[in-house]
């Protein structure tokens, strides 16, 4: 005996990404700002004397990828529920990637599932986070294990907010910037390697490429389950890079910069690239004082260390490798020699 | 400038529900099984039997609804966690309502979300919440307030564990059924009145009634924004008695069965229902002892009671009400005296 649930249905989640001067939103319902003391000391007030809600809380977690996790979702959650908020409500992520993950993971546990818009103040947040939803915190386990699939309402992108960032900082979401155009739009890294983003027009317009790039791969592959993997491009590397010096030497763009280098190497070793196109892309990512070289410490542990990450299945690795510039391969094919032929061209004594 | 986000796309969450002898199940995944002792000392060996995997855990959590919480929700994911793994994998929820709402929730989080299958083994679990994709666990503000929909893959209802089903237990799943019966099926309320449930064919073909009349409503408003509602009837009543009683005097079933009668009256009161209609629904319920009255200490505070439960927006109560039997209405135009005169109905010195 048997009952069908038919359950096929059509759902929209499209929405609208601003990149502008903030505009006056107005909501009739009850709001909370999620942000951290960093940007809140340098940009809530302006926030603030943009919005317009029923009620308006702001909740203030701590600053830095290390407080991401239960006890700041908790927090978020907790503020919600002391100031009853219903199913209509809406949260504001108001920080960078950290702060836009967790508000979005706990927009979509809170009584199910509620709304949120982002507005995220970092350029690593602005052309990455903001684009596909993806939501989480980190646990003892790793980074972004546990979350939800979770799109914004809306996304307001004000590059204004980036005169304040750290150069670092900036540097960082260029990397991510160079990422999207080597894995999918070479005419937009040609764009990049003449580009001067001290240019305000110049840096609202890299944005909008950035993000255009991005949206294409999600609207195709919005649960990575194929091309979206793309994106983790310089990820496989980076992400060892990150675990083996705590996530504290290098920002994360700046551990993708050293990763896409690997990759790279790994591509030209397997005739997929030429090493005149390795070198352009290394040299846009110089203009940017991004690092490419991590001395590795032992080529062997750095290699066991792919296997603790997640996208990673069980018996093989996930490489992305450009097929020159504005292409990318998603491979589990390389065989270990390979591997540690790069690696050890970054080992210790050389 | 802006760039417009397009996701809108098909979604196929269909599902079947079997009803019958547990079939063998072989997964080419790893799988953790998640119970309680309870169901683990019954019926885990029989269920083991029944499925072939890759890998197979299982995950004993505390019996209970007290344990549907973060602590239980941390328990299954670290063991995912610790077994590695991966976005294929695969759980199973098997016991009641609690572990099937836990195991759903874990699965929506786990690596933003992986596949679960139910294995309902008490009839509550079978004909409501194997139906809906509802997913989630308690905290200090109250039931079911963090969560998230996630359909499952697969239901598998064995009738054949209502066996070692306490008598209370089982009555508390005819609540549910009756109240669907009476929310939406006349002809099933009927055939409920003549049915014999300790007969195993009629048993099966009540629950594939009532998780079809489940079905039809959460086919047409999955996410609970309009029809779905009416399957809270004599739920905002219930909740109201959980609450008082603690959740220790009644079982969820036994608060909501209380609450239809409630319900009914409201509805007598309004003119919605004839009052020999409202005592074939209480005479229903008795048939299988399922308490109908409850003696309220304090009418105003059971009244102020209701503003407590997060399906009342901030100023009006929800109301669901039958329309006779098989059809209802949802409202929160119900003014507090017609309220006030249903509960003292019910008060102390009544």
């Not at 490429?209 to 999600?218: D, H, L, P, R």
């Amino acid at each position: 005996m048997q009952v069908h649930i038919e359950l096929k249905k059509v759902v929209d989640d499209s929405y609208d990404i601003t990149i502008d001067k903030l505009p006056k939103i107005y909501f009739d319902t009850k709001v909370a700002v999620v942000t951290n003391p960093t940007v809140s000391a340098l940009h809530l007030d302006y926030l603030l004397s943009n919005i317009s809600a029923k009620e308006l809380h702001v909740v203030t977690l701590k600053d830095g990828e290390e407080y991401k996790n239960q006890e700041s979702i908790d927090a978020i959650l907790d503020s919600l529920f002391e100031h009853r908020f219903n199913r209509k409500s809406m949260l504001i992520a108001f920080g960078g990637g950290v702060i836009g993950d967790m508000t979005g993971f706990a927009a979509s546990i809170y009584q199910r599932g509620i709304d949120f818009i982002q507005i995220p103040t970092t350029l690593l947040s602005q052309v990455d986070a903001s684009v596909g939803g993806k939501t989480g915190m980190n646990n003892k386990y790793g980074k972004n294990l546990v979350g939800a699939f979770h799109q914004p309402k809306a996304v307001y992108i004000d590059p204004s907010f980036l005169t304040t960032l750290p150069k670092r900082e900036f540097a960082a979401g260029v990397a991510e910037i160079v990422k999207m155009a080597v894995t999918f739009n070479k005419e937009f890294f040609e764009f990049l390697e003449s580009a001067d983003l001290s240019d305000a027009k110049v840096l609202q317009d890299v944005i909008k490429q950035a993000v255009e790039t991005k949206a294409n791969v999600v609207a195709e592959d919005e649960k990575e389950r194929g091309l979206r993997a793309a994106l983790n491009y310089g990820h496989t590397f980076g992400h060892v890079i990150e675990n083996e010096t705590k996530y504290k030497e290098f920002l994360h763009g700046e551990a993708v910069a050293i990763g896409m280098v690997m990759a790279n190497e790994t591509a030209v070793k397997m005739n997929l690239m030429s090493e005149k196109e390795a070198l352009r892309v290394k040299a846009l990512l110089e203009k940017y004082d991004l690092p490419t070289h991590y001395e590795i410490s032992d080529v062997n542990t750095f290699y066991e260390t792919f296997f603790l990450d997640k996208k990673s299945s069980d018996s093989a690795i996930t490489f992305i490798l450009p097929l020159g510039i504005g292409d990318v391969v998603i491979t589990d094919k390389v065989d270990r020699g390979t591997v540690m032929c790069v690696l050890n061209k970054f080992g210790k004594d050389k």
